[in-house]
């Protein structure tokens, strides 16, 4: 945990209720040696912040999930940062770029999953450290709340646009279009038939005879 103290900033690395918390009994858990080597690779000094601090909080998790979550998060916020040249991860208004990723107008390097996951993800971060913040005391939740992400403000426009409605919609547009596909297929069939069935009872059909002068 030395070597994570030296590679977040100087608050985190005494963040209180954690395993840097200069009164822990025992009661806060260290990192697990992956998940610091983990966060020792994350280059933007903002996005490691945020996501130590998570871990931190988060400590008495299973080693893997919480990798996973970490792992999870790292690479999308990485590529938002990087798409829209921001420094800072505490630059992202969610209200409105995590709106765009949502609709499929912005974070155009993401992945399909990466797409629901990083707006899912947003919001077991800021709830964490809502979580989190309610715990501290007044003087240190002064101290800490600058690494805390910016909530969803405005949730009703994410309605439409929110992961699992996003993917539910689009499930749907592709049995409605796989179903479409059948439905052409039965009707030109079925026209088909029909006009072969017109043909052959044409065909059957005898000639009235000619009737002399």
Not at 8 to 13: D, K, L, T
Not at 60 to 81: D, F, I, M, T
């Amino acid at each position: 945990m030395s070597v994570l103290a030296r590679l977040v900033s100087p608050e985190i690395a005494a963040a209180p209720l954690t395993f840097f918390d200069e009164s822990n009994d025992g009661r806060w858990e260290p990192l697990k040696p992956r998940v610091v080597a983990y966060l020792g690779l994350i280059q933007n000094q903002s996005l490691r912040d945020v996501l130590a601090l998570y871990a931190l909080i988060k400590a008495s998790l299973v080693e893997y999930p919480l990798y996973n979550q970490l792992a999870g998060w790292a690479s999308p916020l990485r590529k938002l940062l990087e798409e829209h040249q921001l420094a800072s991860v505490y630059e992202i208004d969610p209200d409105d770029l995590l709106l765009r990723v949502a609709e499929g107008t912005a974070g155009l390097t993401l992945t399909a999953q990466q797409r629901p996951f990083i707006v899912l993800g947003w919001n077991t971060l800021t709830n964490a450290f809502l979580e989190y913040g309610e715990r501290l005391n007044e003087s240190e939740r002064a101290v800490m709340s600058k690494f805390f992400l910016r909530p969803l403000r405005k949730r009703f426009r994410m309605h439409r646009s929110r992961p699992s409605i996003v993917i539910r919609d689009r499930r749907e547009e592709r049995v409605k279009a796989k179903t479409d596909v059948v439905h052409r297929r039965f009707t030109n069939s079925a026209s088909w038939q029909r006009s072969a069935a017109t043909r052959r009872a044409a065909c059957m059909t005898p000639c009235a005879p000619l009737l002399g002068p």
